[in-house]
């Protein structure tokens, strides 16, 4: 893991960030509607087939990569890894793992099928140790669809990494869909980048095997 300060004074995106931190900080959220009939169709296990995308999509860009370190000042990671939701049907409750990120898809379930079997059962929220700084949150709502979803921290306005929402998918004139919920802070990012990590996301979907 190496985080990379960010040269105040040869960032473009200087004056955009201080408004945004500072003077008017500032999340925002978006609701989008993915197709993902050629992942449902293809066979592969949904929730870290969709974590694998997701991450790909979010370590492409250095926006999403983003922190502030111990002394506030900006950076990026050259890696981070998801950090996602399990629930536990008996105390209704839910513990988050994380599974470091691989560019295969392979090796990235295979370690994942490692973590839930290791710490799935695990019923503290923090089921595996050690969840490192480079991390953002997924998790998922699998009991309904929404057509809008937003988080209300009370102090994230100094949390740069997105977060994402995933809800229960339905089918719709042959297609399947299903609703994905992305926070952002707009001091990294802009509705742009945003647009376009979704665009890549769909994309990589509707290149899946079906």
């Keep these: 893991m190496n985080f990379t300060p960010i040269d105040l004074e040869q960032w473009p995106r200087r004056e955009h960030f201080e408004h945004y931190l500072t003077r008017v900080p500032c999340t925002y959220s978006a609701t989008f509607t993915l197709d993902i009939t ?3 169709a293809g066979g592969k296990k949904f929730y870290p087939a969709m974590l694998h995308h997701i991450a790909a999509v979010v370590n492409a860009h250095r926006e999403f990569r983003m922190a502030l370190d111990e002394a506030g000042r900006p950076g990026f990671y050259d890696l981070v890894h998801p950090c996602y939701t399990v ?7 839910f513990s988050n793992l994380w599974t470091g990120y691989d560019p295969s898809y392979e090796a990235f379930l295979a370690a994942w099928l490692r973590d839930k079997e290791e710490f799935g059962g695990c019923h503290a929220m923090e089921a595996k140790p050690g969840t490192p700084p480079n991390t953002f949150p997924v998790s998922m709502l699998p009991w309904a669809s929404f057509e809008g979803f937003n988080l209300n921290l009370e102090k994230g306005y100094d949390y740069l990494a997105p977060i994402f929402t995933m809800g229960r998918f339905y089918e719709r004139e042959g297609r399947v869909l299903m609703p994905l919920a992305v926070q952002v802070h707009h001091a ?11 665009n890549e996301l769909q994309a990589r979907l509707d290149r899946e095997e079906a």
């Design 87 to 93: 629930f536990h049907e008996d105390s209704q409750t």
């Design 188 to 198: 990294v990012c802009d509705g742009f980048h945003l647009c376009r990590l979704v």
């Design 38 to 40: 050629r992942l449902r």
